[in-house]
Each structure stands twice: as structure tokens, then as C-alpha cells.
């Protein structure tokens, strides 16, 4: 049987994941938004500058959301190989948890 402490590592780690998958939708919604707001700016003001602007604004906005759900989409595949591929691994999910930067996933997901 799990330590008290154990499970309220598994719970507080499944917990993170619910409220970062939350966080996910809300920051899909402002990616949404940003996109449509930049894409209803005028086409040219002030000599054409706001058009070179407007690219690279929505080029940053592209790859952050880019970035974003790969880090979202590798924590989401991070939670499923610890509750249910490899729970029952040496150590169980705390093992897992615990050594979570011994994983390339877990690295890239950081990174991303």
C-alpha cells in the first residue's frame, strides 16, 4: 500500500495536469483572439510599416502557440505513461514522478 505522502504526490501531480490542460484551453482561446485582432489591423499606415509588423507579430504568435501545445501534448503523453503505461513500473508512479528529468520527453516539454 502507498505512503500517505506518496498518494498526495500522485494526487497533486495529476491535479497540476487538470488545471495545466485548463490553462491550455485559455491560452488557445487568447491565441485565437490575438490571431483575429492582428489579422482586422489596416493593411498599410504610416508607409507601410504596420503590414512588416503585423507578420512577424503573427509569426510570434504562431510559434508560441506552436511551442505551447508541444509542451502541452508531451505532459499530457508524460501522465498517461505514469498512471497507466508504466504504473506498474519498480516504485510505481512516484518512482516516475521523482525522476521525471531522466526522460528526453520530459526535457523537450521543458524546453518547448
Same mark, same amino acid.
Given at each position: 500500500? @502507498?505512503?500517505p =505522502?506518496? !498518494?498526495? %504526490?500522485?494526487?497533486?501531480?495529476? &491535479?497540476?495536469?487538470?488545471?495545466?490542460?485548463?490553462?491550455?484551453? *485559455?491560452?488557445?482561446?487568447l491565441?485565437?483572439?490575438?490571431?483575429?485582432?492582428?489579422?482586422? !489591423? #489596416?493593411?498599410?499606415?504610416?508607409?507601410?510599416?504596420?503590414?512588416?509588423?503585423? !507578420?512577424? %507579430? !503573427?509569426?510570434?504568435?504562431?510559434?508560441?502557440?506552436?511551442?505551447? =501545445? *508541444? @509542451?502541452?501534448?508531451l505532459? *499530457?503523453?508524460?501522465?498517461?505513461?505514469?498512471?497507466?503505461?508504466?504504473? &506498474?513500473?519498480p516504485?510505481? #508512479?512516484v518512482? %516516475?514522478?521523482?525522476?521525471?528529468?531522466s526522460l528526453r520527453?520530459?526535457f523537450?516539454? %521543458?524546453? @518547448?
Amino acid at each position: 500500500m @502507498s505512503s500517505p =505522502s506518496s !498518494l498526495s %504526490l500522485e494526487r497533486f501531480r495529476l &491535479d497540476g495536469m487538470m488545471i495545466a490542460c485548463i490553462a491550455y484551453g *485559455i491560452y488557445f482561446l487568447l491565441t485565437v483572439q490575438a490571431w483575429m485582432a492582428l489579422m482586422q !489591423l #489596416p493593411r498599410r499606415q504610416h508607409g507601410g510599416k504596420n503590414t512588416e509588423h503585423r !507578420l512577424a %507579430l !503573427l509569426f510570434y504568435v504562431f510559434i508560441t502557440f506552436v511551442l505551447g =501545445s *508541444i @509542451s502541452t501534448a508531451l505532459n *499530457i503523453k508524460y501522465t498517461q505513461m505514469i498512471w497507466i503505461d508504466d504504473r &506498474d513500473a519498480p516504485g510505481g #508512479p512516484v518512482v %516516475l514522478i521523482k525522476n521525471y528529468m531522466s526522460l528526453r520527453m520530459n526535457f523537450i516539454a %521543458l524546453a @518547448s
